[in-house]
């Protein structure tokens, strides 16, 4: 008898704890769900899937890297990373203005991540990163790899020029 008590003390002892843990579980979820939706974080996602060998042809998107006026105060990005540096190497655009970027890669895994933003995308190749950020203070922006991409990954910083104008 004094043993069946024994077991059962355990098996509350272990609920117990079970029940803590699965609190704890839901907890950390409801508390996920409120950073993603209550901050404004979203996962950037690829745009869509592009060839690597032939990013560079007439006619791809990233031919020609560039920086497009398409609205009010709204510009959109084609940059390129690749070989230890970002194309184009700078990009200036007016206070205020959002800019989406394209970002992708012809040779190997890059990232682009846009310091004291939260703007960060693993760049793939194969793979259209689009991310979209408005530059709200005037200043200068650097552009690094946070990715590991060979012996010249630590020279591979670009600049984005926001002017108050």
Known sequence: MNNEKLIHAIERYERSWLLFALVMIVVFLIFIGYTLTGF???V???AERIDPTTVRNEGSLFANPRVEKTGDNVYTAY???QAFTFLPGEIRVPKG?????YVTSPDVQHGFHIRGTNVNVQVIPGEVGKVEHTF????EYLVICNEYCGLGHQDMIGKIIVEDK
């Open 97 to 101: 203005a959002k800019v989406v970027f």
């Open 40 to 42: 404004a974080f979203y």
């Open 136 to 139: 709200d203070e005037p200043g």
């Open 79 to 81: 940059v390129l990373a």
């Open 44 to 46: 950037p996602s690829a």
